[in-house]
């Protein structure tokens, strides 16, 4: 088992012929993931990577997709994205950054009141080895196993995943919460899947300076989890004051920063390890192994 997409997992691309659509189809497909259609309005009738392209949505659900992955220009995201919902995908991850901010609050409303899963925008997708992927994450960083992964930052996120498969821990299900400042999925969200996920042993939460959402997780954690948490929070070396260039890295009112977070999680039992490098001994400790 896995979360937010398995080997059921049938991806629709949207901008599939685009420079990144297409290269990153095509990464999908090399890492097992069964992508079934694209969608470019006015390039219907194309292949790309063996894959067929439709002009619209509606025309493409002959090909059964249930999962959509959006590599559109920001402008066009939030039609992209009401496309899909209203053909019935329930499952929506965004890789394009800098989506109008308004546009991100109604998808995600949307998104929310009809049962619809958004990760993004974004993000570096959704990657479950040895079933599936959506997104732009490196195959060949990853290797099947028993430890999540979480995480607000999309580099952080492979170099960890790199230092797990490294040191033998392998992964259930790695996903990227997106930059943007308004993202569909947050942590509490995933601990609850996460929670429920009978293949993961373990978790880790990859976090950074700006917002709350850390603190969140570990409120949550207190009350609901009873797997293994392991963090790891960027930017403690970032001057106070300063707007960093991540949307999410924003300190306000003395809130957000890499201090609260680890005092949160400490408070709570989470470790938190000082470098990326450290966070596989963290997860063998807090399994016994």
């Not at 991806?11 to 259609?37: R, S, Y």
């Not at 299900?173 to 601990?191: A, K, Q």
């Amino acid at each position: 088992m896995s979360i937010i997409i398995d080997e059921n997992t049938r991806v629709l691309v949207q901008g599939i012929t685009g420079h990144q659509g297409a290269f990153h189809t095509g990464e999908m497909i090399k890492f097992g993931a069964k992508v079934v259609a694209g969608v470019t309005p006015g390039k219907g009738g194309r292949e790309v990577h063996g894959v067929p392209v439709y002009d619209t949505v509606e025309e493409a659900m002959e090909r059964e997709p249930n999962a959509a992955m959006i590599a559109v220009p920001a402008r066009f995201v939030r039609d992209a994205a009401f496309e899909s919902m209203y053909a019935g995908i329930k499952t929506i991850y965004i890789l394009t950054e800098k989506v109008p901010v308004h546009d991100a609050m109604e998808i995600i409303h949307y998104a929310k009141l009809h049962g619809v899963t958004v990760v993004g925008p974004n993000s570096p997708g959704v990657t479950a080895p040895g079933r599936s992927k959506m997104g732009i994450m490196p195959n060949h960083i990853f290797r099947e196993g028993g430890v999540a992964v979480a995480s607000r930052s999309g580099t952080l996120t492979y170099e960890i995943v790199h230092a797990l498969s490294k040191s033998g821990l392998g992964q259930s299900t790695v996903i990227g919460l997106g930059g943007d400042p308004v993202v569909g999925l947050n942590f509490v969200d995933i601990l609850a899947m996460l929670e429920n996920d009978d293949d993961t042993e373990a978790i880790v939460l990859v976090g950074e300076i700006g917002g709350t959402a850390e603190e969140e997780a570990a409120e949550y954690i207190a009350k609901h989890v009873s797997k293994p948490v392991v963090a790891y929070i960027a930017g403690r070396s970032a001057p106070p004051g300063k707007r960093m260039g991540h949307a999410g890295a924003i300190i306000t009112r003395g809130r957000g920063t890499a201090e609260s977070k680890i005092r949160a999680f400490n408070e709570v039992g989470v470790p938190v390890a000082d470098f990326p490098q450290d966070v596989p001994g963290l997860v063998r400790e807090k399994l016994n192994l």
